[in-house]
């Protein structure tokens, strides 16, 4: 601390100067702030506001700088100083723009900008530049696992940009399910013909790429490290095995087609059925000539039943779309048209989906003379060599049957995902899952998935982010897709293990927090070996060594702060955020006494969804109370229970809880941080009735990063209950 020097820097513009008395401010940074070195300006942002801070940097030594101006969130990159710590004092969203206007709230208001400002100076005291990672990886080869259409994308993207890829496929080939078809659906306009699938053309550039290899008829046998120092191990068949080293990882192994033996009642393993891949097989063989079934039978009739085993409601069969079997059976449809223009062919479908071609596509079907019918299938029978597929006709109300000497079932995509630990091992049907990564994490060999199988990532705002920090999902095994959709989504997959190597060659995190230059440091002589923080950790980055202390795996961390909400004993902390950080602006506010009816609402917000919402409701200029102080979070699941308990030992009158949703649905940034927070704060109302208060005053809540209006009304509702129940008995104490 005796090299350190503080500094408070405060802005007058965008109406501040005019809306808040900023002498009073300047004293509350010197005297109570203790701030050495306090300056106002007209314009922070400016150039010549920005340049005066750098000046009191290189001039006066200065090494930590409080900015009392607009939100952290706003002129990020003006209030930018390389190896300075920097919090920001929001009194622009979160006090003049929120609090009513007129003389009337001029008191509240000005009390709510000297909290802030008390507040901030508060934060820095307690707050160290990050340093980073001293031992992080700096290979930044790409590992792509899979030899698909996804995972050649992915490595000629990767090589492209000019880095290293190893591409593993387990098959003795290239080209996966994209290789197995006779033509793709159309990508572009006019969507009027199935168009070639360019596999041959794609195989051959990853192929005679210099920065690609290519390990054929291999398996990954293990996988250790973290991103920048992935060691992994690659099973050949013959049973030799190589070591490799990468930075990141794509996993792109596809998906398998759900297996139409589970559909007797349509027909599953009836000689006249088939399923989308096995008419594939069917057009390869025929090469635009007459059609002729695996027997030899030439077909006359077809008929497409869609959603085979899918989008079921019983738990029996898939519970999702597959997104691609619309369009692919209308493409396989035209092979019969464009091959005999007198073959019936009649598609049976209760909705019919063709993102991203409009109606284009399916008018051109029409046009060659495809039968589109909405009917729900009910069975498929053989008949005379042939099959009998009745169905309930949905236009005109009616129970009736059509013949056909094929019938193709869109069986849907089963993603090969590999072991499922969410799932019990007689849960796993009757084939148990053969693992695909075979990761050495204590969380399991795999990626964790969602309850349909799919890999599991963050849908809204992370696609390809996985649990896994530096292994991405791209594909089908990601969520059900269409060739088009598979080859942007390896781009993207592709785009973030570039990323990802980047950021670990210089010891940053990666998303959300891209280029956090801090870690978790844990005091051992602390530590109770509890391993909450072992277990709690959404991403598997904290193991043990032989005495069961915690061992920090920094390149897989993504700086949640789950670990140090977990810790009861408080020994895990950040550089720049810690229990004390946030601890030392809990106390640091002016608490009012408890015959002043002002009462005081700590407001906890996750920084990904509910401190945005708060800024937005702050531009929309939403009033809401001004008794709240907000303090933003990394995560929930960064809380820890001594801020709670405190914040009411210190006077606090109630404590706000905002954070993303969590359940299988989850928006939480950070997976399961919101998750977590709420179970630890199920367990509060002891404490508080142990205290003689009211479990009202904690309150936890779910908010979108677009609910503006609703955090406001929150608040303001939370205040009037606040009212109603009364002010703390704990300020007397205080």
């Not at 929001?90 to 507040?119: K, S």
């Not at 594939?280 to 695996?294: H, I, P």
Request: charged share 20%; hydrophobic share 40%.
């Amino acid at each position: 601390m005796a090299d350190n020097k503080f500094a408070a820097y405060l802005c007058a513009g965008c109406g501040l100067g005019d809306t808040l008395n900023f002498n009073e401010i300047e004293k509350i940074a010197k005297k109570e702030g203790k701030m050495p070195l306090v300056k106002r300006h007209d314009f922070l942002c400016s150039v010549a506001g920005v340049q005066s801070i750098r000046d009191d940097i290189e001039k006066e030594g200065v090494t930590h700088v409080m900015i009392a101006a607009c939100s952290r969130r706003a002129k990020t990159e003006a209030f930018d100083f390389p190896g300075i710590a920097v919090t920001r004092a929001n009194l622009r969203e979160g006090v003049i723009w929120i609090v009513a206007t007129g003389a009337a709230h001029d008191e509240v208001r000005q009390e709510m900008a000297n909290d802030y400002v008390r507040m901030g100076c508060a934060e820095l005291k307690k707050m160290k530049v990050p340093g980073g990672v001293a031992n992080s990886g700096s290979n930044k080869r790409i590992l792509v696992v899979g030899g698909g259409v996804t995972g050649l994308t992915a490595a000629i993207e990767a090589a492209e940009t000019g880095y290293q890829v190893l591409l593993v496929e387990k098959a003795p080939q290239l080209g996966g399910w994209a290789a197995s078809l006779w033509k793709r659906v159309p990508y572009r306009e006019p969507y009027a013909q199935p168009q070639d699938t360019g596999m041959n053309e794609l195989i051959g550039r990853v192929v005679a790429h210099p920065l690609i290899s290519v390990y054929l008829s291999s398996t990954l046998a293990e996988t250790a490290g973290a991103p920048g120092r992935f060691a992994v191990s690659i099973a050949q068949d013959g049973g030799a095995v190589v070591q490799e080293m990468v930075g990141a990882i794509v996993q792109a192994s596809g998906f398998s087609t759900y297996d139409m033996a589970r559909l007797p009642e349509l027909g599953g393993g009836l000689p006249g059925v088939v399923d989308q891949a096995g008419l594939e097989a069917l057009a390869k063989a025929a090469q635009g000539n007459v059609f002729k079934r695996a027997d030899g039978h030439a077909v006359q009739s077809v008929v497409f039943v869609q959603c085979a085993g899918q989008r079921d409601t019983t738990g029996t069969h898939l519970p999702y779309c597959s997104g691609h079997c619309c369009a692919t059976s209308v493409k396989q449809a035209m092979y019969f048209k464009d091959a005999n223009p007198d073959i019936d062919t009649v598609l049976l479908y209760t909705d019919l989906r063709l993102p991203g071609m409009g109606e284009d596509f399916y008018r051109s079907a029409q046009e060659k003379g495809v039968t589109f019918t909405k009917g729900s299938v009910s069975g498929v029978k053989a008949d005379n060599g042939g099959c009998t597929v009745s169905f309930r006709d949905l236009i005109l109300d009616e129970n009736t049957t059509v013949n056909a000497d094929l019938v193709v079932l869109a069986t849907g995509q089963v993603p090969n995902s590999g072991v499922n630990i969410e799932l019990p091992e007689e849960q796993q049907g009757e084939v148990k899952p053969i693992s695909i990564l075979n990761l050495t994490y204590r969380q399991g060999k795999d990626l964790p998935q969602l309850t349909a199988g799919l890999t599991d990532s963050h849908f809204i705002c992370f696609p390809y982010e996985t649990r896994r920090t530096g292994i991405y999902a791209a594909g089908p095994v990601r969520r059900p897709m269409d060739m088009q959709q598979a080859i942007e989504d390896a781009t993207g997959a592709a785009l973030k293990a570039i990323q990802t190597v980047e950021n670990a060659a210089l010891g940053r995190a990666a998303h959300p927090r891209s280029g956090d230059l801090s870690y978790p440091i844990v005091r051992l002589e602390g530590c109770t070996q509890c391993k909450r923080c072992t277990v709690e950790c959404p991403f598997g980055a904290i193991d043990e060594d032989e005495r069961r202390f915690p061992v920090f795996n920094e390149a897989r961390c993504r700086r949640c702060g789950t670990c140090m909400g977990a810790c009861p004993v408080r020994v895990i902390s950040f550089e720049n955020y810690s229990v004390d950080t946030v601890g030392s602006q809990i106390k640091s506010v002016d608490m009012p006494d408890e015959f002043s009816e002002r009462p005081r609402i700590l407001l906890l917000a996750c920084e990904n969804d509910a401190y945005p919402a708060l800024d937005m409701a702050g531009l929309s200029r939403t009033v809401y109370s001004a008794f709240v102080r907000a303090i933003p979070v990394r995560c929930l699941g960064s809380v820890n229970a001594i801020w709670i308990t405190d914040a009411l030992n210190g006077g606090w009158d109630g404590v706000m809880m905002m954070g993303c949703k969590r359940g299988d649905d989850y928006q939480c940034h950070f997976v399961k941080g919101s998750e977590l927070a709420y179970y630890r704060m199920s367990k509060i109302d002891d404490t508080l009735k142990g205290m003689g208060l009211e479990t009202e005053r904690v309150a936890s809540y779910e908010v979108a990063i677009t609910d503006n209006q609703k955090v406001a009304a929150l608040i303001n509702e939370y205040a009037a209950k606040i009212k109603e129940i009364g002010m703390s008995p704990m300020k007397g104490f205080n």
